[in-house]
Structure formats: structure tokens, C-alpha cells
């Protein structure tokens, strides 16, 4: 027979562990003044290999640019992030890497040259946080290619939650091969 104690001590523990599990999905302050999710990808910095690295776990490749003291980057990671339907889509279907806009560690482009992270946002023009760049499938092909032609699709600036999820999905479905992501907001159902 089961005890009053005990049915208490196992309910504590379960909503000890539900708090450290909500807990261990909450995003990180890093001492450079931005916030973190902890799933997101530790990168040596090579866009080549981390791009590669997400195809061979059938993800794509994404970097999230930011900004410390960026009040729309907090909110992306935690509004947008926040809501389980987009952490998981996003976590099952991408590669995230993170870089400061004004930031001074040293990045290996797609096409082997290294700069600063600062440098980096510039050769990409790359003028606004949070933004968001998606990259093409393959990380070979775009060495020869300019920067503005080795991104799929770009967003510059805060999107709400559906419209951000939206723009994952939009990715995800290669919907940028035969529209804009305009006009897929408006394919999709109200």
C-alpha cells in the first residue's frame, strides 16, 4: 500500500525534475552580453564544415547573428524560442551557429578565407540583429560563388512566432526554389 509520504516525496520529485528540464531549455546570458540556447551548435568556426556537418544529420544550416543589448534578439530567444513547436522544429530540422555582429572571433568562410566575425557580417552585408542567413544544402559549390549568392534566404530583423517558424519552415521546404517568402506567407492557410 502506498503511503501519503511517499506519493508527496514522488510528486516533489517529479516537479523537480519538470523544473529542470524547463530549466535546461532556457537560454544562457554568455559573458559577451548574449543569449544562448544550450542546443545550439559549438562550431570550431568553419562555415564550410559546420554547413557540411548539418547536411550528414539531414539538417540544414543556419547562423543567427546578434547583437549584446540587442532587445530583439532577447525576444527572439525568449518569445520565439521559448514556444516548444519552434525550438523543436528548428532543433529536428537545423543547425544553428551564433555570431556578434561586432564580434572578433575569427570565422573561416565558405571559401577558405578567415576574418573576424565583424568582418564577416560586413563581406555578407549583414547590417541588423537578430538576422538570420540560410545557406544551400552543400557547402562545396559555394566557394566560388559570391557571398550574396550562397544564401537561400535571409531575415533581417525580428519576425513573430509564426512568421519565424514560417521562414524555418519556408527553408525547410526549399519553397525559396519558386517563391518569395512573401508569397508563401500568403499561400499558407489563415
Known sequence: MLERRS?????ASFVALAATRAHADQPILTDDGLYKQPWFLES???????????RKEGKRFVIMWELRGCPY?????????AQPRITDYVKTNFEVLQLNIIGSRKVTDFDGIELSEKELAAKYGV???PTFQFFA??????????P???EVARSPGYLLPDDFLAMFRFVREKAY???????????LPS
Do not use: I, M, Q
Not at 570550431?44 to 548539418?54: K, P, R
Not at 544544402?137 to 559570391?146: G, N
Not at 526554389?177 to 508569397?183: L, Q, T, V, Y
Open 7 to 11: 506519493l508527496l516525496l514522488g510528486a
Open 44 to 54: 570550431f568556426l568553419d562555415l564550410s564544415d559546420d554547413l557540411e556537418g548539418a
Open 137 to 146: 544544402e552543400a557547402a562545396a559549390p559555394l566557394k566560388d560563388l559570391p
Open 73 to 81: 534578439c532577447k525576444e527572439t530567444h525568449l518569445v520565439n524560442f
Open 148 to 150: 550574396a549568392k550562397r
Open 177 to 187: 526554389e519558386s517563391k518569395s517568402f512573401r508569397d508563401y506567407l500568403k499561400a
Open 127 to 129: 547590417r541588423f540583429t
